[in-house]
């Protein structure tokens, strides 16, 4: 007999992206979106992930998930000074493509883990 660990409804849930935006709960939500099991926000983020700040994470504090996801756009675009700034408001942040950064959110996800996603568009 296989068991499988029960997983509580998941809300909010990361269905597919495109070079404009992202499918969530069957909806398409074109630009940027911050998300996370209990929090869809949209529009978010500038237009290139050079022009984020941690001011753009401030709905976030509240439910200080695990692990955020940061999806930069087509390529990983890593800017230490924001990372810095973020774990020292206290996320454990992870930088990745969008692409990389939806795959992984569906897995933490699935796994019921507390996890937060901040994704640019592939387009960004």
Request: some cysteine; aromatic content about 6%; overall charge negative.
């Amino acid at each position: 007999m296989k068991l499988h660990r029960q997983i509580g409804e998941l809300r909010h849930a990361l269905q597919s992206y495109d070079a404009a935006g992202f499918v969530i709960d069957g909806r398409h939500y074109s630009g940027g979106v911050l998300l996370s099991r209990t929090l869809l926000h949209h529009p978010w983020g500038p237009a290139q992930a050079a022009l984020l700040c941690v001011e753009d994470f401030q709905l976030l504090a509240p439910e200080m998930p695990e692990v955020l996801l940061l999806g930069t756009g087509q390529k990983q675009h890593l800017d230490v000074a924001l990372l810095r700034e973020l774990r020292r408001a206290g996320f454990a942040v992870e930088v990745m493509d969008s692409a990389a950064a939806c795959r992984t959110y569906g897995v933490l996800l699935a796994e019921d883990r507390q996890v937060a996603a901040a994704l640019l568009p592939l387009s960004a």
